[in-house]
């Protein structure tokens, strides 16, 4: 039996996508037939990974390794890791009072700047995360104005600005504690990525998961595109990145399988022998 961890933007999907390509579904199907089980792997919290998730999973690395839960219906929690109040409100105040803009994911909702989507509207598509953020706000996946946050605990923080010296107040005050994970970017796009607490990332997940499972990490298997999957990729025992994915990651990578909208994953699957 393997366990097969998947991201979902940029990987199972097409950015900001809920619809993998039909290849891809029925690869997942015959894998798990065989008795493999696949978990998603995402930054995603569980509220916008639903969609996919009921599609068929054994499970999930969510909030980029914050919140991990197995079973079919995801009722067997193995980590819950939500950041304090302090930590949450130290992070949006540095970042905020340098014009950084943000999105705040609980585990139920999500919660964004007002202003995010005049913003993005002026960047390019450099790479999966501005193009999920753009895609999932002019969609209406569940990203809701900041006004309306109701103080749910918060996973992480995404965050979007121009310069990188608008990060050093919050890296100082948050460095000791949490990654500043930031996404390859062209030339003339934002920077952005991710805040996340050091007490986890996609690799831990994995771990946990295979602990669970009984299984030796190597005969895990993961499938990523960005720099937010380094962990993941480190951790498992085969991984796999996807070509239009990050270069970086390439590099580190065992194989680099056909783009997310060239059957990649289907075809990753038989070359693998996992269907």
């Known amino acids: 039996m393997k366990l097969i961890f998947l991201d979902i933007d940029g990987t199972l999907t097409q950015p900001g996508e809920n619809n993998p390509p039909t290849s891809a579904i029925q690869a997942i199907k015959k894998a ?10 995402t930054g995603r919290n569980p509220d916008m990974l639903a969609p996919v998730f009921k599609l068929g999973f054994d499970g999930m690395i969510s909030c980029a390794g914050g919140y991990v839960a197995v079973g079919e219906d995801a009722n067997e929690v193995l ?12 992070s949006l105040t540095s970042l905020h009072n340098h014009g950084v803009f943000c999105t705040i994911e609980a585990k139920d909702g999500s919660w964004g700047d007002e202003n995010l989507g005049a913003f993005l509207q002026n960047q390019t598509s450099a790479n999966s995360e501005i193009e999920r953020w753009r895609k999932a706000l002019s969609k209406n996946l569940g990203i809701r104005p900041m006004s309306e946050y109701d103080g749910s605990p918060i996973y992480k923080v995404v965050i979007m600005c121009e310069q990188m010296q608008q ?3 919050a890296k100082n005050l948050l460095g000791n504690e949490f990654n500043f994970v930031l996404q390859e970017v062209k030339a003339h796009s934002c920077i952005n990525g991710e805040i996340l607490n050091k007490n986890f990332n996609k690799g831990s997940g994995v771990k946990l998961i295979a602990e669970r499972f009984n299984t030796d990490l190597k005969n895990t298997i993961g499938f990523g595109d960005s720099m937010n999957d380094l962990e993941m990729i480190q951790t ?9 994915g990050a270069e970086a990651l390439k590099k580190l990578a065992d194989m680099v399988c056909p783009a997310v909208d060239d059957d990649g994953i289907a075809k990753a699957f038989a070359d693998l022998n996992l269907i």
Do not use: I, T, W, Y
């Not at 798990?32 to 792997?41: E, I, N, S, Y």
């Not at 498992?236 to 239009?244: E, K, L, P, Y």
């Open 167 to 169: 990060l050093d107040e």
């Open 79 to 90: 980590f819950d890791c939500p950041m304090s109040n302090e930590q949450r409100d130290v």
């Open 236 to 244: 498992v025992g085969f991984s796999v990145c996807m070509a239009n």
């Open 32 to 41: 798990r037939a065989k008795g493999h089980k696949v978990f998603l792997c």
